[in-house]
């Protein structure tokens, strides 16, 4: 099966979040079971393109002409095919050569509609797909303008499309004026079409013309159909539930191993686990905490932001504060959260340590390192982390929603339901509780490390969906 995927980021290119490393991960997956795939993507000022010296994208299309609605323009192709996979950068400098990949521009609208109409030039003139995997509202618009636009046009016949929601948090709403500016139809601007309460949405847009939708786990994909989690579109989303479904992301056990990953200062495995207690070691020497091996280490690498719970420590920050456990972040975002961990490594520096920022070496050693690793998200369409916490022996402590209700069982982590602080407290309380018992943690441990979750199981199932269509 040939497959173009159109997204807006992808490692090793270019990440701001977990959107990349699907992109970076599941098209080589569908590679090993014979499938071919390409992926397109804006050529940001940010994005590398090139893997090494020997590998660097190359045009393939110079000048090819695009429209958005009434602006013009010409664009050129370059193509780089990494671990089988055929990425392809659309290169619009006066579109996407800017200092931020999402900066909300005033014309973000065209910046992303401009990448569906570069897909479909891509589809129509170098790489004829046999189904189109569109991520997230940045593609939102491709599905419409090939089954409006483009409808007549037989280089398409038999074309399907796939949207896959990453985060329903965020949508891609602009305001009415903007329509004006894609060069769609006006009749498709109804409550039943692009409309989202007075605005024009890119996701709506996905959702309704494409022939099947998915999310990255199978709870989110129910959850999303609530009004608790589904921001306002779950009646749309009840409306298209036939073709909704939830396949949970894979990790890449290439690099997120304990054997054999990057960055340790010790690999160990299930049968193994000396380098366990040497990866503790250094961890709490590199974050200036007491060399104490016997105190229970829990990790946090996240955004600190709402979505990811940190209203609930910051809800018992003084109970963590009085037990005997010591905690190391790692993350940036939301101000009162970064001065949260802030205060809390300047009142106890014995307990606390935080790094501002991103480090995926630091990170790569929290998990090798913790002994625990806390995810207590108010929601999460997946969550990768609790499963690289999994392999790596860390025992995850989540709230019970989306990927982290899918991946961590009562055997291999702690969970949570009701969004509170107390809830979270009694979680964290079990786990500590648990450390003292040595044999039987060890064996918690063992049992998330067999866990599997890797690409190519998950790579197989969106094979299925796809030959279904």
Not at 60 to 80: E, F, K, N, T
Request: aromatic letters at 12%; proline letters at 6%; one cysteine or more.
């Amino acid at each position: 099966m040939k497959i173009l995927m159109v997204a807006s980021e992808a490692t090793p290119f270019v990440k701001t979040g977990g959107l990349a490393d699907v992109l970076g991960s599941l098209p080589p997956a569908l590679v090993r079971l014979g499938d071919e795939v390409g992926v397109v993507m804006p050529k940001y000022r940010v994005a590398e393109t090139r893997v090494n010296e020997a590998i660097v994208a190359e045009p393939v299309w110079l000048a090819m002409p695009l429209w958005v609605g009434p602006h013009s323009y010409s664009v050129d192709i370059l193509r780089l095919v990494h671990r089988g996979v055929h990425y392809f950068f659309v290169d619009c400098p006066a579109l996407y050569d800017r200092p931020e990949i999402y900066g909300d521009y005033p014309d973000d609208h065209i910046r992303f509609a401009l990448l569906s109409q570069a897909a479909l030039g891509i589809a129509r003139h170098i790489f004829r797909p046999a189904v189109l995997h569109t991520h997230d509202w940045q593609a939102g618009l491709a599905a419409p303008y090939l089954r409006t636009t483009f409808a007549g046009d037989p280089t398409f016949f038999g074309l399907r499309t796939l949207l896959t929601i990453h985060n329903l948090g965020y949508q891609g709403n602009y305001p009415a004026a903007a329509f004006d500016d894609l060069g769609l139809d006006p009749g498709l601007y109804h409550p039943g079409g692009l409309e989202f309460w007075d605005r024009v949405s890119f996701l709506k847009a996905g959702i309704v013309w494409s022939d099947a939708v998915n999310t990255v786990s199978p709870t989110y994909a129910r959850e999303i159909q609530t009004p608790e989690y589904g921001f306002g579109m779950d009646d749309l989303l009840r409306e298209h539930s036939s073709k909704l479904s939830g396949i949970l992301n894979g990790v890449d056990y290439e690099e997120w191993n304990p054997e054999t990953g990057p960055y340790q200062v010790a690999h160990y495995s299930a049968r193994d686990l000396a380098g366990k207690l040497a990866s503790k070691q250094a961890l709490l020497a590199e974050m200036g905490l007491p060399p104490n091996t016997r105190r229970p280490l829990i990790g946090i690498v996240s955004r600190f932001a709402d979505q990811k719970g940190f209203d609930l420590v910051e809800g018992i920050a003084a109970w963590l504060a009085d037990q005997d456990v010591a905690m190391v972040a790692l993350g940036s975002g939301q101000k009162k959260y970064e001065d949260m961990f802030r205060q809390l490594a300047a009142l106890r520096p014995e307990k606390f340590a935080v790094r501002i920022g991103y480090d995926d070496a630091v990170s790569h050693r929290i998990e090798a390192g913790a002994d625990m690793f806390l995810m207590p998200s108010q929601y999460e369409p997946c969550g990768l982390s609790q499963m690289y916490s999994l392999r790596y022996g860390t025992v995850p402590i989540v709230r019970a929603t989306g990927g982290l209700d899918d991946t961590v069982d009562e055997s291999t982590g702690f969970k949570f339901v009701e969004y509170t602080p107390e809830a979270l407290q009694g979680a964290i309380q079990q786990a500590l509780d648990a450390f003292e018992k040595p044999g039987a943690w060890i064996a918690r441990m063992r049992r998330g490390m067999a866990k599997d979750f890797s690409w190519d199981a998950s790579a197989r199932e969106y094979q299925r969906l796809m030959l279904s269509l």
